[in-house]
């Protein structure tokens, strides 16, 4: 593809074992990360976006006088450089590209933010058109790239369907309130849509439809919360996988979440080595990030009622800032405590009580928990939120009756119900929290593009 006659980083390190490649012509081009040396001979070090690593350059200016000027390229600065892939493995790096050209393209300023070697992830969140070329946002978005691939790659081997529900939407999916309003700011009547509308906090309603007609289907798009937390888990906007499996119940549904999850680790450790890599030696203070992975891609995930973690938690003597009780809601805390300290691992929760759940849920034969399940994991807490769907008309109506939610508007969604309903089931994945998991980075804001969190949106 275009690229004739440059070769990429990428494609030059599989040849770093190749003798036959020794001596070859190149030319690269990228962007420089240093640029050091002496009066005889310098070192760029180049990074062209092609892959994780960066390639090393070397200009000799007692070999070549005419390379002096490259003594003077900053950081930051973008170049073309032509030269002889030269195989070192007596070095540091297995190869170098020995210059005999070094064209400027692009200059930097001197009041380029990234000159220093280390700076803060809240530093770098400040500066998020700059922060793609640090070492570990290169690493960060290689693998959300890969992630958002194996997702799509997973639902589409297993016979999903890909829809795309709307972004804008006329109800709340959650019934939780938390939406942001979609206005052009006219009165009631002669707004744009003359009604209503928001941005989508989750697709699910939308999609059910599809799945009652397509059997299995998925959507994989951003989605929008109103919610004022300021936690390292919450963003605004955010992307979520939802699928939605006709003739599913609630183990299917789990089924499918343990596949899923296994699936995506299995593929990221293995198309982006040279990053995890990074993520394990960088940000798990025990390096043991990969080992923790693929282990659990090859466990069985555990299984735990609501009512359990409650006993659990009641038990643990541990002073929780949120105290515990059957009914709860369970806060991260107490999420983490549970994989963290008890499970030591993954661990899908159960049935939930109905009245901390969404209207949609299917009610279990005790009236009282609804077949739910929200998929738990080390370093996170809830990673997915699931459920059997309610298929019965009436308990749907009754259920949203009780909750006080308008039936007219979702009439749609409850017609389902009557014409050719089936127990169906699905769940939403949360890709950033997802990412949060495979990296160990700590924090949403680090996990997507452009964060937008409370009282936060640059650019
Ligand atoms: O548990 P939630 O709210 O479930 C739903 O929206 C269902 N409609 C999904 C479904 O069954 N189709 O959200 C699902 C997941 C959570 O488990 C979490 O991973 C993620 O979405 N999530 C968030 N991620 C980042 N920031 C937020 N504010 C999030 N809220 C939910
Ligand atoms: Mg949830």
Same mark, same amino acid.
């Given at each position: 593809?275009i690229?004739?006659?440059y *070769?990429? *980083?990428?494609?030059?390190l &599989?040849?770093?074992?190749?003798? =036959?490649a020794?001596?070859m =012509?190149?030319r690269?081009r990228?962007?420089v990360?240093?640029?050091?040396?002496?009066a005889?001979?310098?070192?760029?070090?180049?990074?062209?976006?092609?892959?994780?690593?960066? !390639?090393?350059?070397?200009?000799? #200016?007692?070999?070549?006088?005419?390379?002096?000027?490259?003594a003077?390229? &900053?950081?930051? &600065?973008?170049?073309d450089?032509?030269?002889?892939?030269?195989?070192?493995?007596?070095?540091?790096?297995?190869? /170098?590209v020995?210059?005999?050209?070094?064209?400027?393209?692009?200059?930097?300023?001197?009041?380029?933010p990234m000159?220093?070697?280390?700076?803060?992830?809240?530093?770098?969140?400040?500066v998020?058109?700059?922060?793609?070329?640090?070492n570990?946002?290169?690493?960060l +978005?290689?693998?959300?790239?890969? $992630?958002?691939?194996? !997702?799509?790659?997973?639902?589409?081997?297993?016979?999903?369907?890909?829809?795309?529900?709307?972004? !804008?939407?006329?109800?709340?999916? /959650?019934?939780?309130?938390?939406v942001?309003?979609v206005?052009?700011?006219?009165g009631?009547e002669?707004?744009?849509?003359?009604?209503?509308?928001?941005?989508t906090?989750?697709?699910?309603?939308?999609?059910?439809?599809f799945?009652?007609?397509y059997?299995?289907?998925?959507?994989f798009?951003?989605?929008?919360?109103?919610?004022?937390s300021?936690?390292?888990?919450?963003? &605004?906007?955010?992307w979520?996988v939802?699928?939605?499996?006709?003739?599913?119940?609630?183990?299917?549904? #789990?089924?499918?979440?343990?596949? #899923?999850?296994?699936y995506?680790?299995?593929?990221?450790l293995e198309?982006?080595? =040279?990053?995890?890599?990074?993520?394990?030696?960088? +940000?798990?203070?025990?390096?043991?990030?990969i080992?923790r992975?693929?282990a659990?891609?090859?466990?069985?995930?555990k299984?735990?009622?609501? =009512?359990?973690a409650?006993?659990l938690?009641?038990?643990?003597?541990?002073?929780?800032?949120? %105290?515990? /009780?059957?009914?709860?809601?369970?806060?991260?805390e107490?999420?983490?405590?549970i994989?963290?300290?008890?499970?030591?691992?993954?661990?899908?929760?159960?049935?939930? %009580?109905?009245?901390?759940?969404?209207?949609? #849920?299917? $009610?279990?034969?005790?009236?009282?928990?609804?077949a739910?399940?929200d998929?738990l994991?080390?370093?996170?807490?809830?990673?997915?939120?699931?459920?059997q769907?309610e298929?019965?008309y /009436?308990? $749907?109506?009754?259920?949203m009756?009780e909750?006080g939610?308008?039936?007219?508007?979702?009439?749609w969604?409850?017609?389902l119900?009557?014409?050719?309903s089936v127990?169906?089931?699905? +769940?939403?994945?949360?890709?950033?929290?997802?990412?949060?998991?495979?990296?160990?980075?700590?924090?949403?804001?680090?996990?997507?593009?452009?964060?937008?969190?409370?009282?936060?949106?640059?650019f």
């Amino acid at each position: 593809m275009i690229r004739d006659q440059y *070769v990429l *980083v990428k494609d030059l390190l &599989s040849r770093k074992d190749d003798p =036959s490649a020794d001596g070859m =012509s190149v030319r690269v081009r990228g962007w420089v990360k240093t640029n050091r040396g002496n009066a005889h001979v310098g070192f760029l070090t180049l990074s062209d976006g092609s892959c994780f690593e960066n !390639i090393q350059i070397v200009y000799n #200016m007692d070999e070549h006088p005419e390379l002096a000027p490259a003594a003077k390229i &900053s950081t930051g &600065s973008s170049v073309d450089v032509t030269g002889r892939f030269i195989l070192t493995p007596e070095a540091r790096q297995p190869f /170098e590209v020995q210059a005999e050209k070094v064209e400027l393209l692009g200059d930097c300023d001197s009041d380029y933010p990234m000159q220093k070697k280390h700076h803060s992830l809240e530093f770098l969140r400040e500066v998020p058109h700059l922060r793609p070329r640090t070492n570990t946002f290169n690493a960060l +978005f290689r693998v959300r790239s890969v $992630l958002c691939g194996a !997702i799509h790659e997973f639902f589409q081997t297993n016979g999903f369907l890909y829809i795309t529900p709307p972004l !804008i939407t006329g109800n709340d999916a /959650e019934g939780a309130g938390e939406v942001f309003t979609v206005t052009t700011g006219e009165g009631k009547e002669t707004d744009f849509f003359g009604k209503k509308a928001c941005l989508t906090v989750s697709g699910q309603l939308h999609v059910e439809p599809f799945a009652l007609a397509y059997d299995r289907v998925y959507t994989f798009g951003p989605t929008f919360r109103a919610e004022n937390s300021n936690t390292t888990t919450h963003a &605004s906007e955010f992307w979520m996988v939802e699928p939605e499996i006709a003739f599913a119940d609630l183990e299917d549904d #789990m089924a499918c979440m343990e596949a #899923m999850v296994k699936y995506c680790i299995t593929k990221v450790l293995e198309r982006c080595p =040279s990053e995890m890599a990074f993520f394990n030696q960088m +940000f798990d203070p025990e390096h043991r990030l990969i080992e923790r992975l693929t282990a659990v891609a090859n466990s069985e995930f555990k299984v735990m009622t609501y =009512s359990e973690a409650i006993e659990l938690l009641k038990a643990s003597g541990r002073e929780f800032q949120y %105290p515990v /009780e059957w009914g709860v809601d369970l806060k991260t805390e107490h999420e983490r405590y549970i994989c963290e300290e008890v499970v030591q691992g993954p661990v899908f929760l159960i049935d939930y %009580p109905k009245d901390i759940k969404a209207f949609y #849920m299917r $009610l279990n034969d005790d009236g009282k928990t609804v077949a739910a399940c929200d998929c738990l994991v080390p370093g996170v807490g809830e990673l997915i939120g699931g459920s059997q769907r309610e298929e019965r008309y /009436e308990n $749907l109506v009754a259920r949203m009756k009780e909750l006080g939610i308008e039936q007219e508007p979702l009439q749609w969604y409850c017609d389902l119900r009557r014409f050719g309903s089936v127990k169906h089931a699905g +769940f939403g994945l949360g890709l950033e929290r997802f990412i949060l998991y495979l990296t160990n980075i700590g924090n949403i804001r680090d996990t997507i593009p452009y964060a937008r969190t409370p009282r936060n949106l640059i650019f």
